[in-house]
C-alpha cells in the first residue's frame, strides 16, 4: 500500500490548519450579567437577547415574566406580551424597531411594536401544521417556529424546525414560497435552528444536526454549505462583516468571515456557577465587538464577554 498520498495530505492540513493559531483570535474577558428585576421576579432559562440602538436590552426567557427590557445599567424597564409565551425560543428587531418572537410551543411568530403593542401574528396558537387554506383564507402553520429574519425587501423568512423546512412570507405575513425537507442534501435540513440575512440578501441557516451552515439565495437556491464549523450551530447573529455562532454542546462562540473562514473562537469554562457556560444559546454582538450570550442551563445566565486584545 503506497501511503505517500496520504501523508502529504496530512501535511498540507496541518500545514493550512497551523496558519490561524488560538494565538491569533481575539482574547475575551468573560462577565457574568445581573439585571435587576422586581421584587420576586427570576430569569429562567435565557433564550436570547438582544441589544437596541439606545443601549437598552430586551431578554427572552422561559421563566414567569418570559419578554422583558432592560436600560443600559440592567435595571427594570417593562415586560411585553405578558402571557402570551410558552417556550420562547428565537427574537429579532427588525430595522424599523418592531420586536419579533418566536415560541416552539404556541407555534407563533409574533411582531411587537417599539411601544409592545402585537401587530402581527403569524401562525395559529396551539396549532401545529403546515397550512390551511378555506373560504379564500390561507394561513400558514408552523411546527416549531424557532427563528425569524427579514430581506431588504422587509420579506419575513421563519426556521420551521418541526417542518424541517423555511418558509417565506412578505411584509404583510402572505406566503410566497417555502423550501426544504428532513435530510442531509444541498438544501435539505436537520433541525433548522437559527436563520440571518446579510446586506447582500444572502440567507444563513443553522442547519444544527447536519453540522453545517447553509447558505441560500432569496429564491431558495443553495449558494454553497459550510460543513467545517466546528461543530453543531444553535443561534447566528451578523455584525459587520463577520458570523457569530453559538454551539452549546461543546460552550463555545465562534466568528467566521461572510467566506466561512473562521476568524476567532471562545471556549467558555463549563459549569453550574455564574460566569460559567452551560448550554450557551442566544448571542449578540455590538459594533465595538462585545458579545452578549445567554444560558439554558444556568438560569438568568447572560455573560458578556469583552474583548482585550483588539
Known sequence: MNIKPVLFIMFVMLSVSSL???????????????FKLPNSWTLGEVAAIKTLDNGNFIVFHRGEHQLLEFNAKYEFIREIGQGLFKAPHGLRVDRFGNIWTTDSVTQ??????????????????????????????????????????????????VADRGNERIVKLDSNGNLI??????????????FPHSIVIDKQDRIYVADRENKRIQRFDLDGKVIDQWT???????????????LWMTEARAEKVLQFDLNGKLLSSYQGEVGRNPGQFSSVHGIDVSTEGTIWVTQIYNWGGVNKLVPTNK
Do not use: C, H
Open 20 to 34: 490561524v493559531k488560538a494565538s491569533d483570535f481575539t482574547q475575551f474577558e468573560n462577565k457574568q450579567v445581573s
Open 108 to 157: 407563533l411568530v409574533l411582531r411587537f411594536s417599539p411601544k409592545g403593542e402585537v401587530t402581527m401574528v403569524l401562525g395559529k396558537n396551539g396549532k401545529a401544521g403546515k397550512g390551511w387554506f378555506d373560504n379564500d383564507q390561507n394561513v400558514v402553520f408552523f411546527n416549531k417556529p424557532l427563528d425569524v429574519a427579514f430581506d431588504s425587501l422587509n420579506n419575513i423568512y
Open 177 to 190: 414560497k417555502t423550501w426544504g425537507k428532513f435530510g442531509s442534501k444541498a438544501g435539505e435540513f436537520n
Open 228 to 242: 467545517d464549523i466546528g461543530g453543531y450551530p444553535y443561534i447566528l447573529t451578523l455584525s459587520e462583516n463577520s
